[in-house]
């Protein structure tokens, strides 16, 4: 089996109503990302998806497309697709950085080795050790009322654990958390995720009034590479969580030794497929910190991508840190012809061959960027 050619599709799908959502980086109200399709001589199909944002990696959906059919594309035509470290290391000779666009490209190899074989990519990763991902939802930095009124929505789900978007003001912020944690009780827990937004006197301010709520995790409190003063944070009494501060293993062997984090939080866009992933879990396991399985709000065939992951990663700790694979609750469509299985508080590991999804192709034509 060869790979004989490489598509890529913008696509633009509005959050639901009522399910936007801010952050320090500021408003997400629709996801312009992109959809991968290799196709191999023998008809088969793999598909990726690039959750592209240019605050997060200066990638764009059109961007994934010219990079995908015109540069990597060359690369890889011809290649066997179940040989992935070498389409991998193609990739990367190929074209620096864009992690979102290679990882939706490794998605589609992936997709395309579980189904020339008929097994799950969980298995290809060296089997299951979960069937079900615990998962949380989210809660943007919003004004205290909407803040509850989303916490109260999502408790009627059975929701088991929330985040709360943070990192705009020290006051805002601690109010937020103060309204969320009366609304869900005393014992339900929260995580914040200040998204890189506050500067050192303003973490260190937020994280000693937020001490008293009992929450599991404090996420990237500040920029990446503030090391130093981030393992400072820590003496505070929370535990702290990076996740912009680690793309790839080197960064994540940079803020384990500096003693910068408790956890590490991974997925396959950010760090540039699923492969990359594994390679910060075993970094972050050998220093002793479990990982978390992160999100950039996905749709239906990176969130099938993440529960394969994460279902397969014994370092990625979902029940203790619950995953962020909530994407398509929050988004019109999926894009997917049969949903996946995603409850209030877990998902369940897809186990089908391949990725175990199939692309919507009306729902494709209606979110489709190009037309």
């Not at 990763?125 to 939802?137: A, E, S």
């Not at 937020?206 to 995790?217: C, G, H, M, T």
Request: with cysteine.
């Amino acid at each position: 089996m060869k790979i004989a050619r490489l598509e890529a599709i913008p696509v633009s799908v509005p959050l639901k109503a009522g399910l936007t959502t801010r952050t320090a980086h500021g408003d997400h109200v629709t996801s312009d990302y992109a959809i991968v399709r290799v196709h191999s001589d023998d008809g088969l199909v793999g598909l990726g998806e690039a959750t592209v944002s240019a605050i997060w990696s200066g990638e764009t959906n059109r961007s994934t497309v010219f990079a995908v059919e015109q540069v990597l594309a060359p690369a890889l035509v011809g290649q066997d697709p179940t040989r992935i470290h070498a389409c991998r290391f193609a990739m990367d000779r190929a074209l620096k950085n864009n992690p979102f666009t290679k990882a939706a490209v490794e998605m589609a190899l992936w997709d395309l080795f579980g189904k020339s074989l008929g097994v799950p990519v969980h298995q290809l990763l060296g089997g299951k050790l979960r069937d079900r991902i615990r998962t949380k939802m989210m809660i943007g930095a919003f004004d205290p009322p909407q803040a509850v009124a989303l916490a109260e929505r999502f408790l009627g789900w059975g929701v088991t654990c929330l985040k709360v978007k943070v990192g705009l003001d020290p006051d805002g912020d601690v109010s937020r958390v103060r309204a969320v944690r009366e609304a869900a009780g005393p014992d339900l827990p929260i995580t914040v995720d200040a998204n890189c937004g506050w500067d050192v006197p303003a973490a260190r301010s937020a994280l000693e009034r937020l001490r008293p709520f009992n929450l599991l995790v404090a996420e990237q409190p500040l920029m990446p590479g503030l090391d130093d003063a981030t393992r400072d944070l820590r003496r505070i009494g929370l535990a702290i969580m990076a996740d912009e501060s680690v793309w790839t293993a080197a960064d994540a062997l940079r803020v384990c030794s500096a003693r910068a984090a408790d956890v590490i939080s991974l997925y396959p866009g950010k760090n540039g497929g699923l492969l990359a992933s594994l390679e910060v879990a075993h970094v972050a396991a050998a220093a002793g910190l479990p990982c978390h399985m992160g999100s950039n709000l996905e749709l239906g065939i990176a969130s099938a991508a993440m529960l394969h992951l994460a279902a397969a990663c014994p370092n990625i700790q979902s029940d203790r840190f619950p995953a962020d694979i909530l994407g398509p609750n929050y988004h019109e469509a999926d894009l997917l012809t049969t949903p996946l299985d995603l409850r209030a508080d877990s998902a369940l590991v897809p186990d089908a061959p391949g990725l175990g999804v199939e692309l919507d192709e009306e729902q494709l034509k209606r979110f489709r960027a190009d037309r």
